[in-house]
T-cell receptor, first 114, second 111 residues
Framework: EAGVAQSPRYKIIEKRQSVAFWCNPI?????LYWYQQILGQGPKLLIQ????????DSQLPKDRFSAERLKGVDSTLKIQPAKLEDSAVYLC????????????FGEGSRLTVL | LAKTTQPISMDSYEGQEVNITCSHN???????ITWYQQFPSQGPRFIIQ???TKVTNEVASLFIPADRKSSTLSLPRVSLSDTAVYYC????????????FGQGTELSVKP
């Protein structure tokens, strides 16, 4: 079974530029999460999708971050314009329908903002 | 959402049993307790999940007392490769599956 795929693995940009991250969850998984993990901290939930609808985006800085999950499969997370404090690893995770059960994570996309 | 509290770091030696305790005083009735392991430059990986009493799998055991206000992850006979950050999460259907990570416990296993 293929795992959660993310790209790119690494990205370096200058502040005020834009960047986009892509995630393809495990086939059939209805729930998709984007987390931001700053070095030395636990992952912080940015947004949660159930199929193609947003369940929770209370922690998403909506003035610069946006995310979509068209067709309820893969998802993109965009940052525009980027700030220095956006330097982090962006993790995508998916889970089959339901509130319990295992969360499957991708390897993450490491963003460095200069 | 139930907040979790764990020790920031723990040290152990190879072959020892390690117990990491997580406090979650305001856990809700429908919440499950789940533990994840994370190595550097990797996403977190599921270890074990439970609702009450004791759960055991091939890598760990999870002990949950009757009041469910805490839980203990037990790693038997750790090796150097168990050096990682361990996260305790509490959540369930009542939050739509929302899962919040805390600071985690950085376990260092020494030879």
């Amino acid at each position: 079974e293929a795992g959660v795929a993310q790209s790119p693995r690494y990205k370096i940009i200058e502040k005020r530029q834009s960047v986009a991250f892509w995630c393809n969850p495990i086939s059939g998984h209805a729930t998709l999460y984007w987390y931001q993990q700053i070095l030395g901290q636990g992952p912080k939930l940015l947004i949660q999708f159930q199929n193609n609808g947003v369940v929770d985006d209370s922690q998403l800085p909506k003035d610069r971050f946006s995310a979509e999950r068209l067709k309820g499969v893969d998802s993109t997370l965009k940052i525009q314009p980027a700030k220095l404090e956006d330097s982090a690893v962006y993790l995508c995770a998916s889970r089959a329908q339901g509130g319990a059960g295992e969360l499957f994570f991708g390897e993450g996309s490491r963003l460095t903002v200069l | 959402l139930a907040k979790t509290t764990q020790p920031i770091s723990m040290d152990s030696y190879e072959g020892q049993e390690v117990n990491i305790t997580c406090s979650h005083n305001n856990i809700a009735t429908n919440d499950y307790i789940t533990w994840y392991q994370q190595f550097p430059s990797q996403g977190p990986r599921f270890i074990i999940q439970g609702y009450k009493t004791k759960v055991t799998n091939e890598v760990a055991s999870l002990f949950i007392p009757a009041d469910r206000k805490s839980s203990t992850l037990s790693l038997p006979r750790v090796s150097l490769s168990d050096t990682a950050v361990y996260y305790c999460l509490v959540g369930g259907d009542n939050q739509g599956g929302k899962l919040i990570f805390g600071q985690g416990t950085e376990l260092s296993v020494k030879p």
